[in-house]
Structure formats: structure tokens, C-alpha cells
């Protein structure tokens, strides 16, 4: 496992994972729509902010994922994929609200599983460092 792996899983472990369930960290335990709706929204398509550029998740996903093309299991790098191009297909519909609860419950599952993901491939790389 190269150093180059390793510092771009951090990075997307750090720009993505770290982001992209954020807000969700902080809502109560029972949310409203709208809370959901915000966190969301905060999470998803503003997943990278600096100043009046935003990213949303797929953008930050884009950028981070070309350091990770070398992953010894190429299956991981596709579940990764999988998981990003469904939230990104849901962006649409959070930018305009159309999203009834469950959906949203949808999405809070998937950013997390996200960024736990992220989270367990830069432990594993570090370890096996």
C-alpha cells in the first residue's frame, strides 16, 4: 500500500465523509421533515464550501476518487460508486423538496453508510500501513 493511497483516502474520508452527514449529526433524535430536509440539503449539495464555490457530494466524490483508483479490491472502489451515484441522483429532487419522509430516511442511511465507509477504508489502509 503506497503513502499516495493512504493520503488520498484521508482525503476522502476528511472532505467527503467527514461532510457528507455532517448536519445529521446534530438533529434530534426524532426530526421534523424539515429538519431532515435542511441537514440534507446542507450535507448533499453543499457538501464542500470555501468561500462562494460549493461542491456537492458527487463533485467532492469526483475529485477525492481519482486518488483511490488503486485500491487492491476494485469492488470497493465500485460499492463506493454506487453509493455516491445514489445520492446523486436524489440531488434533483432535494434541491427542489419534492422528497416525502421516506425518501429522506433513504438518503440519511446512504450518507451515512458513506461516510462510514470512508471512515473504515482509512483505518484499514492506516493499519495495514
Known amino acids: 500500500m503506497s ?4 493520503r488520498a483516502a484521508a482525503a476522502a474520508k476528511h472532505d467527503l ?11 434530534p433524535p ?10 440534507l440539503r ?10 462562494e464555490k460549493t461542491e456537492d457530494c458527487t463533485q467532492v466524490w469526483a475529485r477525492v476518487r481519482v486518488g483511490l483508483e488503486t485500491l487492491p479490491d476494485p469492488d470497493e472502489l465500485a460499492q463506493l460508486d454506487d453509493v ?16 416525502e419522509r421516506a425518501d429522506l430516511n433513504v438518503l440519511v442511511f446512504r450518507a451515512k ?5 470512508l471512515s473504515s477504508l482509512h483505518k484499514r489502509l492506516r493499519q495495514g500501513a
Not at 503513502?3 to 493512504?6: F, K, N, R, T
Not at 465523509?17 to 438533529?27: D, H, M, N, P
Not at 426524532?30 to 441537514?39: D, G, H, I, R
Not at 455516491?84 to 422528497?99: C, D, H, I, K
Open 30 to 39: 426524532e426530526p421534523s421533515q424539515q429538519e431532515l430536509l435542511a441537514a
Open 84 to 99: 455516491v451515484a445514489s445520492l446523486g441522483r436524489a440531488l434533483p429532487a432535494l434541491r427542489t423538496g419534492e422528497l
Open 42 to 51: 446542507r450535507d448533499l449539495l453543499r457538501t464542500r464550501s470555501s468561500g
Open 17 to 27: 465523509g467527514k461532510y457528507v452527514a455532517f448536519e445529521l449529526r446534530w438533529l
Open 3 to 6: 503513502e499516495e493511497l493512504l
Open 113 to 117: 453508510r458513506l461516510s462510514l465507509m
